[in-house]
């Protein structure tokens, strides 16, 4: 039969690809040789990821401690860095919190289906293709409501769960807090209806009710710090400031700032942008347990003795020579019970254990012929996809080529 020939050249190629699977003849790049990993969570015995600069979605297995190519993220831009920088789950549904995407996607697992909530039809929202610094890096469930707590923009929204409603509850462009660049990292629970978030730019402390969406902002410390966390222990708050080695213990009943600054000889920081990986704060057994971003020593702080110590364990990845120091060191990492799985910049996954301080390092290569398999189909589909795309834009330029003829011609009749 008559086979036309724009589609008989896609078919033709499609066959060349699908030869190329048997073999190793398609580039892996950066997607399965050390693929950059955000917006990590675990589900039973796997920690899932986004590759920093795709759609595409990772598992390391925390039993044989291998990492996996799972699929794309359809219906969302493939080639968007950073599109998403945190998951929340809450029942069958999985939220992918947006960083430089203006959709806040959801994954329903009981239907295996995704849908994606547009932000940009929020009046009141600033909207902007390519927005940056981000939109929002975290966010928390308060009853059937997903709070998306700023980063970037000055609002705060609300996702109502059940009814699909989208509201700004806050907006902090209404505050002292309009000049700062960046808003907020983490959280922590303050009681069962109040957050505290620390600022990124500025000496400040929100306290924020989730039922009533009342703002209570306290300046604590000095005029020039900036704080990476904040970390409910006891009956008071620990700050971790960002921008220099110092922790602050502050409770707001009492009203008291005290400020400890003993960290080990030698520890020093490269730039004031980050001491501290602000992902990677954890207590355990009265001490934090900080990974550095710029600082070149990984510490743990006793919040009774008022010390820091180096984790020497660490010490060779803190300090290894080929590490981008303008680049954190750790961005990004997971507990699980008293184990931290750490992103390393140089191609490992660190594991690293709180009761022993043991370190265990694995490659963050996908290696297993079914992950390798998929990514090459998938990478093929890509490819198709954007095949097909150019020749829908190639149309549409000869329709425009072809309207303008027209219209030159019945101009000229006009002007005769």
């Known amino acids: ?127 902007q293709e390519g927005h940056l610094p981000g939109y929002f890096f975290g966010a928390c469930l308060f009853r059937d409501q997903l709070f998306l707590l700023p980063f970037g923009c000055r609002q705060l929204l609300k996702y109502h769960v059940r009814t699909g409603k989208l509201t700004i509850c806050a907006d902090f462009g209404k505050t002292i807090l309009k000049q700062d660049d960046l808003l907020f990292h983490r959280f922590a629970w303050v009681d069962e209806k109040n957050i505290i978030l620390s600022c990124l730019c500025s000496n400040h402390v929100v306290i924020f009710n989730l039922e009533t969406n009342e703002i209570k902002i306290s300046t604590v410390g000095q005029e020039d710090y900036r704080f990476s966390i904040v970390i409910k222990y006891e009956d008071s708050f620990w700050l971790v400031v960002k921008n220099k080695l110092s922790f602050l213990k502050w409770n707001p009943d009492r009203g008291y700032v005290e400020e400890f600054k003993a960290f080990p000889k030698g520890c020093s920081i490269v730039n004031d942008k980050h001491c501290f990986d602000s992902a990677n704060v954890y207590v355990h057994n009265g001490f934090l347990y900080c990974f550095p971003a710029s600082c070149n020593m990984a510490v743990k702080f006793d919040m009774k003795n008022r010390m820091a110590e180096e984790i020497e364990s660490l010490r060779f990845y803190c300090q290894d020579t080929e590490l981008n120091r303008e680049q954190s060191t750790f961005d990004g990492g997971i507990r699980e019970q008293n184990k931290i799985y750490l992103h390393y910049q140089l191609d490992k996954i660190l594991e690293f254990d709180l009761e022993t301080e043991n370190v265990y390092a694995y490659d963050r290569i996908v290696e297993d012929s079914d992950s390798i398999k998929k990514w090459k189909k998938d990478n093929m589909n890509i490819f198709l996809e954007s095949i097909s795309h150019g020749d829908k834009e190639d149309e549409r330029r000869k329709e425009k080529s072809m309207g303008k003829k027209i219209y030159d011609t019945v101009s000229g009749f006009r002007n005769r």
């Open 1 to 127: 039969g008559y086979i036309p020939a724009a589609y008989g050249k896609r078919e033709l190629f499609r066959r060349k690809v699908e030869d190329s699977l048997e073999n190793d003849s398609i580039m892996y790049e950066s997607y399965l040789d050390r693929p950059f990993l955000i917006a990590l969570h675990k589900v039973q015995d796997d920690i899932f990821g986004m590759h920093v600069c795709s759609n595409l979605i990772y598992r390391f297995n925390l039993v044989d401690k291998t990492l996996h190519y799972c699929g794309r993220m359809p219906a969302f831009d493939k080639e968007q860095s950073k599109p998403f920088h945190c998951i929340i789950r809450c029942a069958d549904l999985y939220f992918f919190v947006p960083f430089w995407n203006a959709n806040l996607a959801i994954y329903d697992t009981s239907k295996d289906s995704w849908a994606k909530i547009d932000l940009s039809r929020l009046k009141g929202f600033p909207y």
